[in-house]
């Protein structure tokens, strides 16, 4: 991936940068269970609610757009927004041959603009598998279709298959967000992210945070959480 060289090339640990997608899992115990609970949603779908929805995530107003037009990225212009975005939903692919308003309603309308897998645990594994693989992907953002029901599907029956493939595991109790992605105790940003550069310094804090809302910062602990202190 372009990104993960580019950030080797600044002098960055590339596999530190996580990628996540999208991805929208139809989970039934069987291919079959979950092709029906596929088709069920669809019958619920709103080609309208769709594109509103997708119109407020991307800023893009697709009701200027013909339904049946392909989108191209010359729309970007025509709707002054940014061309990247355009060019996220004008990619075409064997399971996407073309972009249409109507095509970008169907798939907001069930879950997302991600990729979308249907079937048994194993099915939606093995499809979770392939675009980690071939798109060298962390991980995912779970879209739902329905709530709990969607959640529901994944704990009950993905995470499992998820397991046994060593893919998802458990996690410790009491670590942070950062840690659960970067591993315990990876706190702070990493010394090579941008970021750590305006990290506080033991004295700055102090001199920064001591006596607000009547506080008194203590100079012996190896760090002062100027956010935590004041909300404490």
């Known amino acids: ?6 950030a080797k090339e600044a002098g960055r640990d590339a596999q530190s940068i996580k990628f996540f997608s999208t991805f929208t899992p139809f989970i039934g115990r069987t ?4 092709h029906e609970k596929y088709n069920k949603a669809k019958k619920y779908a709103s080609t309208i609610g769709g594109l509103v929805l997708a119109s407020g995530w991307t800023g893009i107003d697709f009701s200027q757009i013909p339904i049946d037009q392909p989108i191209s990225e010359a729309d970007s212009k025509t709707a002054n927004k940014i061309v990247s975005i355009l060019s996220n939903i004008t990619t075409t692919s064997e399971e996407t041959p073309v972009w249409t308003p109507r095509v970008v309603a169907e798939k907001a309308s069930l879950g997302g603009l991600g990729p979308l897998a249907i079937g048994s645990p194993v099915t939606v594994a093995d499809e979770m598998e392939r ?3 071939e798109a060298d992907l962390d991980g995912f953002n779970v879209a739902y279709v329905t709530t709990p029901g969607t959640f529901e599907d994944v704990v009950e029956l993905l995470v499992p298959e998820l397991r046994c493939r060593g893919l998802y595991k458990k996690s410790k109790e009491g670590l942070t967000a950062r840690e659960r992605i970067y591993g ?3 706190k702070r940003l990493r010394d090579d992210h941008f970021g750590s550069t305006f990290a506080y310094k033991e004295d700055e ?5 001591n006596h607000i809302n009547g506080i ?3 100079a012996s602990s190896d760090h002062q959480d100027p956010i935590s202190m004041q909300l404490g």
């Open 216 to 218: 008194e910062a203590d």
């Open 184 to 186: 315990a105790g990876q």
């Open 31 to 34: 291919d079959e269970d979950a």
């Open 1 to 6: 991936m372009s990104f993960r060289r580019l």
């Open 131 to 133: 675009w980690m693989r």
């Open 205 to 209: 804090i102090i001199a920064g945070v």
